[in-house]
């Protein structure tokens, strides 16, 4: 049985499904990037990004995937030899401490079993200890997309404070940006990574740093080597919505029309539809008796949920009857966690009824897989739905006023 005709649905925590709007405002023929129109899209992305961010400072943006923009936020604000504290969140805190590291940054690394979010208490302990302020950032993944653990972020920020520590803070949004609630200001980030092809429904090839006056400063201090990813090359002609070199134009057009897309939907809203499809998903996982991965109901992600297979069932050999029964593309274990869990994306511009035909298809795969589990899922997961629909804040539909039309 295979089915490749119809959608293909991408179920992958990044890069998510581009909306047709989007994809329409990309296909457009490009333009002289030194030019007045080309101008005015620059001056208009690079401020609208600022919302998105909730920040009023600058956000630059790289023509680079997101691990260019991880390297922006290393370069720009550090030294050699500088040390830095993190959290083993996941495949992907790793990753970045492996980046630091081969930048020549100490990373004092506090173990994690990839089942948690950044532990603030952890962070406020190891920065009291550190009484002469050797530490010069604090550097957390948000949504740790291997895991499906979302960090608290303002907690984090008041352990930082309550140390009275004067680190930076750099934190990685590149999951959780535009799907989960972040602010950059409030929350005093000094620079703040994230990409295009997660949360904000676009194609891969954009990386963005919001960064702090502090930053700023951090980067007129940094002896680290840089010439690409400088900020101060980037700041000088972004003032007049220019780039020191080729932008990747055409992103940028659909960057313009996904900044239209979360703002006629308002944020709030953006984020409350992330928190219902990943509410129904866990619904469904527990239903059919298999294990979330994530132990902490406050990190669930809003983005993807990580599911655990029953020991001796290879979650690969499971992605890959699904995606050739059903045409749909699962997210794989990452690191430590190959073949053990399968991760199911939930972000972008999915919706109720996307989310319905891809628990539909985990559903039908682990019968056809041979995965010890009991039916219902899906229907536990329209239950879930049904139960938070209604207005756009969240009442049900009977509680509503009005008619009971879905908002
Ligand atoms: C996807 C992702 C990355 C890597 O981004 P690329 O665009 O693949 O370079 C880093 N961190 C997190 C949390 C991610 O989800």
């Excluded at 049985?1 to 457009?28: K, N, Y």
């Excluded at 936020?73 to 990753?95: C, K, Q, W, Y």
């Excluded at 890959?320 to 972000?347: P, Q, T, Y």
Aim: include cysteine; proline fraction near 6%.
């Amino acid at each position: 049985m295979t089915s490749s005709s119809g959608p293909h649905f991408l179920q992958i925590p990044g890069p998510s499904p581009v909306p047709e709007r989007i994809l329409r405002a990309i296909s457009r023929q490009v333009i002289d990037h030194r030019g007045p129109d080309f101008a005015r899209l620059g001056q208009e992305v690079l401020e609208g990004c600022k919302a998105v961010f909730k920040t009023s400072g600058p956000v630059i943006i790289y023509p680079s995937s997101g691990t260019g923009a991880w390297e922006a936020a290393i370069v720009n604000t550090l030294s050699p030899g500088d040390r830095v504290l993190m959290a083993e969140t996941g495949h992907f805190a790793t990753l970045w401490r492996q980046m630091a590291a081969r930048w020549g940054v100490e990373v004092d690394f506090i173990p994690g079993d990839w089942r948690h979010g950044a532990d603030p208490a952890a962070i406020e302990a190891k920065l009291a200890e550190d009484r002469g302020h050797a530490v010069k950032a604090v550097m957390v993944v948000h949504n740790e997309t291997s895991t499906g653990a979302t960090s608290r972020i303002a907690e984090i920020r008041r352990a930082i404070d309550a140390a009275g520590h004067p680190a930076l803070f750099l934190v990685d949004t590149i999951s959780s940006l535009a799907s989960v609630d972040y602010r950059h200001e409030e929350w005093r980030a000094d620079v703040t990574v994230s990409g295009s092809q997660k949360g904000l429904m676009l194609p891969p090839g954009l990386g963005f740093t919001a960064i702090s006056d502090k930053a700023i400063a951090a980067s007129k201090a940094s002896r680290m080597p840089r010439s690409y990813w400088d900020w101060a090359e980037m700041l000088k002609p972004n003032a007049g919505g220019f780039f020191p070199y080729t932008p990747a134009t055409n992103l940028l057009y659909g960057l313009r029309e996904a900044l239209a897309m979360l703002q006629e939907e308002g944020l709030d809203a953006v984020f409350a539809r992330h928190r219902r499809l990943a509410a129904a998903t866990r619904a469904a996982v527990r239903a059919w008796g298999l294990e979330v991965l994530c132990l902490e109901p406050a990190e669930y992600s809003p983005v993807l949920t990580a599911v655990l297979l029953p020991p001796g069932h290879d979650a690969d050999r499971f992605r890959k009857l699904v995606l050739d029964s059903f045409n749909m593309s699962l997210g794989s274990g990452l690191g430590r966690l190959a073949g053990k869990v399968f991760r199911i994306g939930h972000l972008g511009a999915c919706n109720e009824l996307v989310l319905m035909g891809a628990l539909t298809g985990v559903e039908m795969g682990l019968a056809a897989a041979g995965v010890p589990h009991r039916a219902g899922g899906v229907a536990a997961a329209m239950a879930a739905l049904n139960s938070q629909a209604g207005a756009p804040d969240g009442t049900p539909i009977a509680a509503a006023s009005g008619s009971g039309e879905v908002g």
